[in-house]
């Protein structure tokens, strides 16, 4: 059974560090290229971060580039997200999402149930 189980929010002062993981299930991991998406209260889904099957390409939004970093284990089917210089607007629940096909992006499909990350003094 497809399962997505993302941890390593919590509460983080401005400027602080994190960093998230997401332990997959129930698919070929090594296959499929990953998100991170995130959704701050009120608002809608924003994607954050996407990695390559193979972990060689790495994409991010421009609200996170250059804080944020991406990467996977395929041998032990975790996806990561290292998230430095934490601001107060990166509140937000966090997700992880496979793609909807294997090989190449065909854009985020199951994802898991979150994990919060809260930046505040």
């Known amino acids: 059974q497809l399962r997505l189980v993302e941890a390593g929010g919590g509460l983080m002062q401005p400027g602080g560090s994190l960093n998230l993981s997401c332990t997959a299930y129930?698919?070929?991991?090594?296959?499929?290229?990953m998100y991170w998406l995130r959704q701050a209260p009120g608002k809608g889904l924003e994607w954050v971060s996407k990695?390559?099957?193979?972990?060689?390409?790495?994409y991010y939004a421009e609200s996170v580039k250059g804080r944020f970093t991406i990467s996977r284990d395929n041998a032990n089917n975790i996806l990561y997200l290292q998230m430095n210089g934490l601001k107060p607007e990166d509140t937000s629940l966090y997700f992880c999402?496979?793609?909807?096909?294997?090989?190449?992006?065909?854009?985020?499909?199951?994802r898991g149930q979150g994990t919060q990350v809260t930046v505040s003094s």
């Open positions: 999402a496979k793609d909807r096909l294997p090989g190449v992006p065909k854009g985020f499909g199951s």
């Open positions: 129930g698919f070929a991991f090594k296959m499929y290229w």
């Open positions: 990695i390559s099957d193979a972990g060689d390409k790495t």
